[in-house]
């Protein structure tokens, strides 16, 4: 079985609570509602209201819509950057794995930090300098502009869908477990309030809602991990222990299970792991939001910095979840599951450690955690709509700014209701594993495309399209016929293709095919494009 198809198994079988059954209904009715969290999450819903209304009275442009701007800092840039990444996936999901699956649940911390390296050496100065406010701006810098516009909205669409589906599970959950909401109101409610963020704050909304919410979100697990290790005199060792002697697999949560069994896998999900990040639209986008290249670099050194800090953080709140809730009538629903679901083992352990008021502000920083990345992906999608598709293939560049912006929010609010709609659809997924498939996506679509438009000379417009095309469409039917879609969600008994995510096939496909493709290309087009990177070259 696959590492992580192992751990989100195990995520869904050992505590995942089947969400909106009578048994949990009946539950969330007879139970006393947390007033102080429910209090403490209002206020902060309130506080992020309120900033998006003072960012409303700044977006003027699409400038400040898309890009903030400009005017968005390194180091603010930065502490985003890190925000988009602390995601449901992260946070929710992550501590979730390790709770269920302890090692093997690390390597999604491991997958994720790697990717920003990559993305300072590679893309980070170069897009600053090449793009205005999607990477499709970059690539159709030396490609033909129609051809291109269409594949990477296409692309960036499929993309933020998976993505999106992680964080709308999380938000869904997390409010059913603290208002005792049914599922299906809570998915609205979140998607009303994304649709309000991006359609009236635009970036800067979005932009200071994550700074703000990765600051608190690090402060509060900060805590939690101190005041769980200070139950064990700041001693890992003996929290491991404890940890091993609770889960039923004892020692074997220590080390890595599932690897061993299936290597391929494996491989295929560290490589979507490492290069999806620098495929993902709405954190490319962040790119344009600072004033020159040195900014974009110093963002991406603030990034991986609070990323790696807070992903050590994880692993800690995932054994202390362990040790302190599992088994815990208080914290048990029906079947000996966790109440709410498995994503929820991070708000039960903040309960556990400081009890009303830790969970309420825990829960609060959490669902702004979900708002704020919903609200940058509905902003990269909304954008590969209005600005690459509308404004660029449609209209050919002859549109004002208003009516730029009139279309963006119209696709905002589509996005809104087709993230509910995702969110209800696979609603009981393990948040972290959702986010993979993203990942594989965006590896092999974007990625290789924009890879290749900045460093390789050979790149042809067709070869760009027709491989991104490649790599888009076989990691998406791959996946579709996959463990995550064709047995999870369609309920068939086993998968059509094993492997889980399939980026270790569809990611070499799609260079291989974008290489072999240009390299038989011979029209004046791909003449055309070979002599405008050497203008670019020359230009640097």
């Not at 992020?48 to 180091?75: C, E, H, P, V």
């Not at 990444?85 to 979730?96: V, Y």
Request: proline residues 4%; hydrophobic residues 55%; positive net charge.
């Amino acid at each position: 079985m696959p590492m992580h198809r192992h751990a989100a198994r195990a995520a869904l079988t050992v505590v995942a609570l089947p969400l909106a059954t009578p048994a949990f209904a009946a539950a969330a009715e007879t139970s006393s509602l947390n007033l102080t969290a429910i209090s403490l999450f209002l206020c902060f819903v309130l506080l992020t209201l309120w900033i998006t209304w003072k960012a409303a009275q700044r977006t003027k442009s699409t400038d400040d819509f898309y890009a903030a701007g400009g005017n968005i800092t390194g180091f603010q840039n930065g502490l985003a950057i890190a925000g988009d990444a602390m995601s449901a996936g992260a946070f929710l999901g992550l501590t979730a794995l390790v709770f269920t699956s302890g090692f093997d649940g690390l390597i999604y911390a491991i997958g994720y930090t790697t990717g920003m390296p990559i993305v300072v050496f590679l893309l980070a100065e170069r897009l600053r300098k090449l793009g205005r406010y999607t990477f499709t701006d970059v690539v159709c810098s030396r490609l033909s502009e129609r051809p291109i516009r269409i594949f990477a909205a296409c692309a960036s669409l499929v993309v933020v869908a998976f993505y999106l589906i992680a964080q709308m599970v999380g938000a869904g959950q997390l409010i059913q477990l603290l208002f005792g909401l049914d599922y299906l109101y809570a998915e609205f409610l979140v998607g009303v309030l994304m649709v309000c963020y991006v359609m009236f704050g635009g970036m800067v909304a979005t932009t200071w809602v994550q700074i703000i919410k990765a600051g608190l979100l690090m402060a509060g697990a900060t805590l939690i991990v101190l005041l769980v290790l200070v139950t064990y005199r700041f001693d890992f060792g003996a929290l491991l222990a404890q940890a091993a002697a609770v889960h039923p697999k004892g020692t074997a949560i220590l080390a890595p299970q599932a690897a061993p069994k299936d290597p391929l896998s494996a491989l295929s999900l560290g490589l979507a792991l490492m290069f999806g990040t620098a495929g993902l639209p709405h954190i490319l986008m962040r790119f344009f939001t600072v004033p020159d290249a040195r900014a974009a670099r110093v963002s991406v050194f603030w990034a991986a910095t609070f990323m790696n800090y807070f992903y050590a953080l994880v692993f800690v709140l995932g054994f202390g979840a362990l040790v302190m809730t599992a088994g815990n009538p208080a914290y048990i629903g029906v079947g000996g599951a966790l109440r709410g679901g498995g994503n929820m083992a991070a708000i039960h352990l903040s309960h556990a450690v400081g009890g009303d008021a830790m969970m309420g502000f825990i829960s609060a920083v959490a669902f702004a955690t979900i708002l704020a990345v919903v609200s940058g992906l509905t902003l990269a999608g909304a954008s590969a709509v209005s600005h690459d598709l509308y404004a660029g293939v449609i209209r050919r560049g002859r549109l004002d700014e208003k009516s730029e912006l009139r279309i963006s929010r119209i696709a905002t609010f589509v996005l809104g209701l087709v993230a509910i709609g995702l969110g209800i659809a696979f609603k009981g997924q393990n948040v972290a594993y959702m986010v993979s498939l993203a990942f594989a996506v965006a590896c092999s679509s974007t990625f290789p495309v924009l890879l290749l438009a900045l460093y390789w000379r050979g790149l042809t417009t067709t070869g760009a399209v027709v491989g991104g095309t490649v790599g888009l469409l076989s990691a998406l039917g791959l996946t579709l016929v996959g463990p995550a879609v064709w047995v999870k969600v369609l309920g068939n008994p086993a998968p059509l293709f094993a492997m889980d995510p399939p980026t270790l096939v569809t990611l070499p496909l799609a260079f291989a095919t974008c290489w072999l493709v240009s390299r038989l290309d011979r029209s004046a087009q791909a003449a055309n494009d070979r002599e405008r990177f050497d203008l670019q070259q020359q230009a640097a």
